[in-house]
């Protein structure tokens, strides 16, 4: 009975950190300098499919801290989910992937990076809510704009 069942299915198989890294090159001493550092934040989403109907989304976040012209840290963090997205019309697939499961890997995402700053000896840095529908509209638009748009889904 299952095989003939084709009602919808999203659900989360597991999150997880896929990649985590922490560099402090200068440290100690620019441990000691006094002034305020400048923080650079860059987000990425990858997907690919994993099997059938199962979708890995990672969520990527670097954060590049400098005092000056030298790094005071840099951590970059990768967080996935495993998804199983099952009987969803075509059109609706890529917005799931898109929007539907950074959302639910993003906040996870947050927790690891104040953390590992933190570790580090650090004040957290909070990275800051993201609304991952307009930047998935953004991308569709650029795409549009572009080369004529591509999934979001790649294959590795």
């Known amino acids: 009975m299952a095989d003939q069942d084709n009602n919808p299915v999203f659900q989360i198989q597991r999150v997880y950190v896929k990649d985590l890294s922490l560099e402090q090159p200068n440290s100690p001493q620019i441990l000691l300098e006094q002034e305020q550092p400048q923080v650079d934040i860059n987000l990425g989403l990858e997907a690919q499919p994993v099997a059938d109907g199962v979708f890995e989304v990672c969520v990527v976040?670097?954060?590049?801290?400098?005092?000056?012209?030298?790094?005071?840290?840099?951590?970059?963090?990768?967080?996935?989910?495993i998804f199983?997205?099952?009987?969803?019309?075509?059109?609706?697939?890529?917005?799931?992937?898109?929007?539907?499961?950074?959302?639910i890997v993003y906040p996870y995402l947050r927790a690891v990076v104040a953390d590992m700053v933190s570790r580090a000896g650090f004040p957290p840095v909070h990275l800051a809510e993201v609304n991952f529908q307009a930047m998935y509209e953004a991308q569709q638009q650029q795409q549009q704009g572009g080369n004529g748009g591509s999934p979001i889904i790649t294959n590795a």
């Open 61 to 81: 976040a670097t954060v590049h801290t400098k005092v000056k012209d030298k790094t005071l840290f840099l951590v970059e963090a990768k967080q996935a989910g």
């Open 84 to 103: 199983e997205i099952r009987n969803i019309p075509e059109d609706q697939m890529n917005p799931i992937i898109g929007i539907a499961c950074p959302q």
